[in-house]
């Protein structure tokens, strides 16, 4: 049973900082590539991170310089460092996973961790 699994969501003032986690499960296959994705209230989901399992990198504009995306190839995990929180990230943050080799049928995304920045 493929998994995975967010952590870290909470309620913070704008200014502070969280640090989301994501462990992913059941993945036969290698993992080439992890992201974050965001969806805000009344808006579509998007991209907020992305790492591949060489370690390159790329971000959405509004977070650039103050979010860090990690990773740990060997666990199948990945991290979110967010600093200098807007009320604009407020949303519930979901995990992706890219399988070398995708499964039919097979979910690779996470439920969703609810991060709330308050004024």
């Known amino acids: 049973q493929v998994q995975l699994v967010e952590s870290g969501g909470s309620l913070v003032q704008a200014g502070g900082s969280l640090r989301l986690s994501c462990a992913a499960s059941?993945?036969?296959?290698?993992?080439?590539?992890m992201g974050w994705y965001r969806q805000g209230p009344g808006k579509q989901r998007e991209l907020v991170a992305h790492i591949t399992s060489g370690g390159s990198t790329n971000y959405a504009d509004s977070v650039k310089g103050r979010f860090t995306i990690s990773g740990d190839n060997a666990k199948n995990t990945v991290t979110l460092q967010m600093n200098s929180l807007k009320p604009e990230d407020t949303a519930v943050y979901y995990c992706?996973?890219?399988?070398?080799?995708?499964?039919?049928?097979?979910?690779?995304w996470g439920k969703g961790t609810l991060v709330t920045v308050s004024s």
């Open positions: 992706n996973a890219e399988p070398v080799v995708p499964l039919p049928g097979v979910n690779y």
């Open positions: 059941g993945i036969i296959f290698s993992i080439k590539a």
